[in-house]
């Protein structure tokens, strides 16, 4: 098996210091690259775009970890890219450091731009001949999400039918008023590369039940395509909301500044009026605020930092109705050790 690291682009800085971004490439021995593509046997790993978004770096350690148990099963290239920011990364900050610059905001780039244009133009010419990309995200560090991968609806057709390969809990169709044609994805999906944006997780942290998730459904998704003819975990039925309009899923927004107490499992069912948790005053010792379900349905996002002001997010809910479109997917609440006893 070919293993080796490869510079995919640089650009010097002053006192001497260079901005490298860097792949990790998995691929049969004696293979052609350009034959493999030609036959959509290529797929690409990203994460790292935000730099605060550290789930993905789990996803990269543990698919290679697994490869390299079973390298006679691998047929196809793996593209590893773990740190498309890596000054983010390295800062523990959302954008480029010193540009104030979301890096999601910057393809397809271009070669005769600033530093970080030019940045964004080589990983575009690199991705090029990729039959399928994940783009890994986690959440901010304020909430958490079950693992989803996100879609418009403009791509809806193409990409719904690999997602569903991909093990995760939930699709979410968005309307096409919500794309922004500067993003990775959209700039990818543009050239031909199909991709798939994932979120899980929360920022800042590695939730490990969900990386080894994502991983089972990248090795569904490399089989799919050929790349792969070892061992496939069997993958989840995913819940798809098909939520073009907006109608699918209930906010919950803080009415009072506090500190926001979970009471309920992420993931778990609720019923309209339970109590998803309560908004306190540290000081006075007071109840602000008991949050509530807005309807029945799927609590697919809480809050996971609990100092909130009002009008904070502390929470989504995929109304029930929309769950039942879904032609048998059950939702699976996330288990820890705190929340087990009441994830039911």
Not at 3 to 19: G, H, N, Q, S, Y
Not at 201 to 207: D, F, P, Q, S, Y
Not at 211 to 221: A, E, P
Not at 318 to 331: F, V
């Amino acid at each position: 098996m070919i293993d080796k690291i490869e510079t995919i682009a640089r650009a010097d800085l002053p006192v001497d210091e260079v901005m490298q971004i860097r792949k990790h490439r998995l691929m049969p021995e004696n293979a052609s690259v350009e034959k493999l593509e030609q036959e959509g046997k290529r797929i690409g790993i990203v994460t790292g775009i935000h730099g605060d978004e550290l789930e993905g770096q789990y996803v990269c350690y543990e698919l290679a970890r697994r490869i390299y148990e079973e390298p006679d099963a691998l047929t196809g290239i793996v593209d590893i890219y773990p740190a498309m920011n890596p000054f983010g990364i390295d800062n523990i900050t959302r954008g480029i450091p010193a540009f104030d610059l979301d890096m999601n905001r910057l393809f397809p780039g271009n070669q005769n731009g600033d530093m970080n244009e030019y940045l964004a133009a080589e990983i575009m010419k690199d991705m090029k001949g990729t039959k399928l990309c994940l783009d890994i995200h986690a959440s901010n560090i304020f909430l958490t999400e079950i693992p989803q991968i996100r879609i418009n609806e403009m791509h809806r057709e193409t990409l719904v039918p690999i997602a569903e390969k991909s093990n995760v809990d939930l699709i979410w169709v968005h309307g096409a008023s919500t794309v922004l044609e500067s993003t990775f994805a959209f700039s990818l999906n543009s050239i031909g590369v199909q991709t798939l944006v994932v979120e899980m997780g929360v920022g800042m942290r590695i939730t490990e039940n969900y990386g080894d998730q994502l991983v089972d459904g990248i090795f569904s998704l490399m089989a799919d395509l050929g790349i792969w003819n070892g061992k496939v975990p069997k993958v989840r039925k995913p819940v798809i909301s098909n939520d073009e309009t907006g109608q699918d899923v209930y906010y919950m927004n803080a009415g009072e500044s506090g500190v926001f107490l979970k009471e309920k499992a992420h993931g778990c069912m609720v019923k309209t009026g339970e109590r998803i948790g309560k908004i306190v005053n540290p000081m006075t010792g007071k109840v602000l605020e008991e949050v509530l379900a807005p309807g029945d349905g799927w609590l697919f996002t809480i809050r996971e930092y609990p100092v909130v002001e009002e009008g904070s997010l502390v929470g989504r809910i995929l109304r029930t109705e929309a769950l039942d479109e879904t032609t048998g997917a059950t939702p699976i609440p996330f288990q820890t050790e705190e929340n087990e006893s009441d994830a039911g």
